[in-house]
C-alpha cells in the first residue's frame, strides 16, 4: 500500500488511549498497526485464532480473541488491561467489517473502555483498504486521518459517547462510507 498519515499529532503519545477506527476489511488493521507509533493491542474475532500459524502472527502483532455475538466478558477486561498499564487500544466499534455498506451501527464497548478507564478516544479512519490487491502488482493509496480526541464528558452515557465518536469519523469518511451516520440527526450537538 501507499500509506498517507493525516492528523498524527492528534495521537497522544504516552498514556492509555483508544484508537477507533471504520472497520471494512480484514486488512485494515495493517494501516493501524503502520499508522500508529506505539505499540497497539486490539481484539480479533475468535474465529482468526483457531488456525495455529495465524493464531501465533496476529498475537504477534498485538490481537487478543474476542467472541463475538455475546458479551465477551474476559475480552472487555483484557482490554480494560491494556489501558490500565498506560497502552494504546485498538478498536473497531462496529464490531464487524462493513463490507462497503457505509457505518454499520456501532456498539456501545469502546465508549464504555473510555469511560471506565478516564481516556480518551481517538478517531481514525481508514479509506481505500477496500482496494487491496485489486491494481495489483500498483500499490494501493490508502489515507490514515486521526481526528482529535474524544474525551467522555461528565454523566455521558456509552450510548452518547458511541454517537459522537461514530458521526466525528462519518464527517471525515467519503459520502458512500457513511452509512447509518450520514446524517446528524437535528439538536444533536456531538
Known amino acids: 500500500m501507499k500509506l498517507e498519515i493525516r492528523g498524527l499529532e492528534n495521537l497522544p503519545m504516552d ?16 494501516p493501524m498497526q503502520i499508522a500508529v507509533p506505539r505499540p497497539i493491542f486490539f481484539m480479533g474475532k475468535a474465529e482468526l485464532f483457531r488456525f495455529p500459524p495465524m493464531d501465533a502472527l496476529i498475537r504477534n502483532l498485538g490481537a487478543f480473541p474476542v ?4 458479551k465477551d466478558v474476559w475480552a472487555m477486561s483484557h482490554a480494560a488491561k491494556v489501558l490500565a498499564h498506560g497502552q494504546t487500544l485498538g478498536m473497531f466499534p462496529e464490531g464487524t467489517r462493513s463490507r462497503g455498506r457505509g457505518l454499520g451501527v456501532a456498539k456501545t464497548g469502546t465508549a464504555r473502555l473510555a469511560i471506565e478507564s478516564r481516556c480518551p478516544i481517538v478517531p481514525m479512519a481508514v479509506v481505500g483498504s477496500d482496494e487491496f490487491f485489486k491494481y495489483f ?16 464528558k ?3 452515557t456509552p450510548l452518547g459517547l458511541t454517537d459522537r465518536l461514530m458521526f466525528a ?4 469518511l467519503p459520502e458512500d462510507m457513511r452509512g447509518v451516520y450520514a446524517e446528524m440527526p437535528k439538536g444533536f450537538g456531538g
Open 137 to 152: 502488482p500498483r500499490r494501493t493509496p490508502v489515507t490514515v486521518t486521526f481526528l482529535p480526541p474524544l474525551l467522555p
Open 169 to 172: 469519523l462519518a464527517f471525515v
Open 154 to 156: 461528565p454523566g455521558e
Open 15 to 30: 498514556g492509555a488511549v483508544i484508537v477507533a477506527s471504520n472497520h471494512v476489511t480484514n486488512f485494515d488493521v495493517f
Open 67 to 70: 467472541y463475538r455475538g455475546e
